[in-house]
């Protein structure tokens, strides 16, 4: 079975601009969440989704945001970049929505602003 | 305010030896806690979990420990192999509350198996 798979891998940005991420879950995943990882804050919860739906958000400003699609991929996106963005943005994937349910990490995208 | 702490940033280990790997947390509402191995330009792997009505979980060379009146937990590794060496992170929720805010993770323990 394939595992989660995230695009870009790498990814380098200036301030002010925004930028998208994709994720892929494991097949037959329905629930999505994303993490902000940083040398300063450790993993941190950015949000999850499930049928589409965000369940809930961590505490992160309103420029960032994602969606869920039919198929369960999924996309976050950041809008007006901040230097303090730069982060590894991890996405999980699960069975089930909540965290009940071991969740399955992609590789990654490393986001550098600039 | 870290609900998760992992108070040893690094750890080193002889190959052979057990490795124990600790975690304390604050939020009495945590009822669900995991382990996660990750290595460099890889996302996290799970390697256990333990629900907050037990006290011990094991499977194969790990166990996980849960001290509930604590709030501690702690992985043991035993033997250690030298593929063992990577960052540990330590991780709860709220299962019971829906899990809906996510796990929330500590900052992680760079476990090395010296030969």
């Known amino acids: 079975k394939a595992g989660v798979t995230q695009t870009p891998r790498y990814l380098i940005k200036t301030r002010g601009q925004q930028v998208t991420l994709s994720c892929s879950p494991i097949?037959?995943?329905?629930?999505v969440s994303w993490y902000q990882q940083t040398p300063g804050q450790g993993l941190q919860f950015l949000f999850e989704y499930f049928s589409e739906t965000q369940r809930n958000k961590g505490n992160f400003p309103g420029r960032f945001s994602g969606r869920q699609f039919s198929n369960s991929r999924s996309e976050m996106n950041v809008s007006t970049l901040e230097l303090g963005d730069s982060a590894l943005y991890l996405c999980a994937s699960s069975l089930e929505a909540g965290t009940g349910y071991e969740q399955y990490f992609g590789p990654g995208t490393r986001l550098t602003v600039t | 305010d870290q609900q998760v702490k992992q108070n040893s940033p690094s750890l080193s280990v002889q190959e052979g030896r057990i490795s124990i790997l600790n975690c304390d947390y604050t939020n009495s509402m945590f009822d669900y806690f995991l382990w996660y191995k990750k290595y460099p330009a890889e996302g996290p792997t799970f390697l256990i979990s333990?629900?907050?009505?037990?006290d011990k979980n094991e499977d194969g060379r790990f166990t996980v420990f849960l001290n509930k009146s604590a709030k501690h937990l702690s992985l043991h590794i035993v033997p250690s192999q030298p593929g063992d060496s990577a960052v540990y992170f330590c991780a709860a929720s709220s299962y019971s509350g829906g899990g809906a805010d996510g796990l929330t993770f500590g900052k992680g323990t760079h476990l090395i198996i010296q030969p």
């Open positions: 333990i629900s907050s009505i037990k």
């Open positions: 097949s037959g995943h329905r629930s």
